[in-house]
């Protein structure tokens, strides 16, 4: 079970730390392994009706191919698909390091794009995540008046808080996925895409 006890205190020391793991953690994915497969987007009609994640589409039609991506500052945490037995997949994250903070998450800058792996080596985006540092967050919003939500939102949407240690070996952060180039019979919002698979990867999948 993780702690789900925050910490509203933040010293100018953890800060520091807490940017350099998350720029750390980051490494380039093989580019000879990620090339862009923007054709296969036509295998899955992007969901449609929702204004956020037409926001998303607009913002990230650019970014569908990953070496523009790369390009452009997002650079991947690792290069293994996270998937889930029976929850579907979450894909290959990439992140780009300079828009991870503890501010406003704007709908229109995701700091993490999220790719699925095709069997011939190439990678489709099918989502982002939002993502803000707890504890920068936390520090900047205490005392709030009863009644005011303590998490932040992405335009109306309430992110999850993943506490540390966690999987992925960050610090606790908020998060909100939206699946905006692959429908989600869980919702547009949910953190696992049962549409989303690790099974065309030829790397080991990570479990």
Same mark, same amino acid.
């Given at each position: 079970?993780?702690?789900?006890?925050?910490?509203?205190?933040? *010293?100018?020391?953890?800060?520091?730390?807490?940017? &350099?793991?998350?720029?750390?953690?980051?490494?380039?994915?093989?580019?000879?392994?990620?090339? #862009?497969? %923007? &054709?296969?987007?036509?295998?899955?009609?992007?969901?449609?009706?929702?204004?956020?994640?037409?926001?998303?589409?607009?913002?990230?039609?650019?970014?569908?191919?990953? !070496?523009?991506?790369?390009?452009?500052?997002?650079?991947?945490?690792?290069?293994?698909?996270?998937?889930? $037995? *029976?929850?579907?997949?979450?894909?290959?994250?990439?992140?780009?390091?300079?828009?991870?903070?503890?501010?406003?998450?704007?709908?229109?800058?995701?700091?993490?794009?999220?790719? $699925?792996?095709?069997?011939?080596?190439?990678?489709?985006?099918?989502?982002? $995540?939002? %993502? %803000?540092?707890?504890?920068?967050?936390?520090?900047?919003?205490?005392?709030?008046?009863?009644?005011?939500?303590?998490?932040?939102?992405?335009?109306?949407?309430?992110? *999850?808080?993943?506490?540390?240690? !966690?999987?992925?070996?960050?610090?606790? %952060?908020?998060?909100?996925?939206?699946?905006?180039?692959?429908?989600?019979?869980?919702?547009?919002? #949910?953190?696992?895409?049962?549409?989303?698979?690790? $099974?065309?990867?030829?790397?080991?999948? !990570?479990?």
């Amino acid at each position: 079970m993780f702690d789900n006890t925050r910490k509203t205190s933040v *010293d100018v020391l953890s800060v520091s730390r807490i940017r &350099s793991i998350s720029a750390l953690a980051l490494v380039c994915l093989p580019i000879a392994l990620a090339h #862009a497969d %923007v &054709s296969a987007q036509g295998n899955w009609s992007p969901p449609g009706g929702s204004p956020f994640l037409t926001q998303v589409q607009q913002a990230t039609a650019g970014l569908r191919d990953i !070496n523009a991506a790369a390009n452009a500052g997002w650079f991947g945490r690792d290069p293994f698909c996270v998937s889930g $037995e *029976d929850r579907g997949a979450m894909g290959v994250h990439v992140a780009n390091p300079a828009l991870i903070g503890g501010g406003q998450p704007d709908v229109s800058k995701p700091q993490i794009l999220i790719y $699925e792996p095709q069997a011939n080596g190439s990678m489709v985006l099918v989502g982002v $995540e939002y %993502v %803000v540092i707890a504890a920068l967050w936390d520090a900047q919003h205490t005392g709030l008046p009863p009644g005011v939500p303590s998490v932040p939102a992405v335009a109306g949407q309430l992110m *999850d808080f993943i506490p540390a240690p !966690n999987r992925y070996g960050q610090p606790a %952060v908020y998060s909100l996925h939206a699946w905006a180039w692959r429908n989600n019979p869980k919702g547009n919002f #949910a953190q696992w895409n049962p549409n989303v698979t690790c $099974e065309k990867q030829p790397l080991p999948m !990570n479990q």
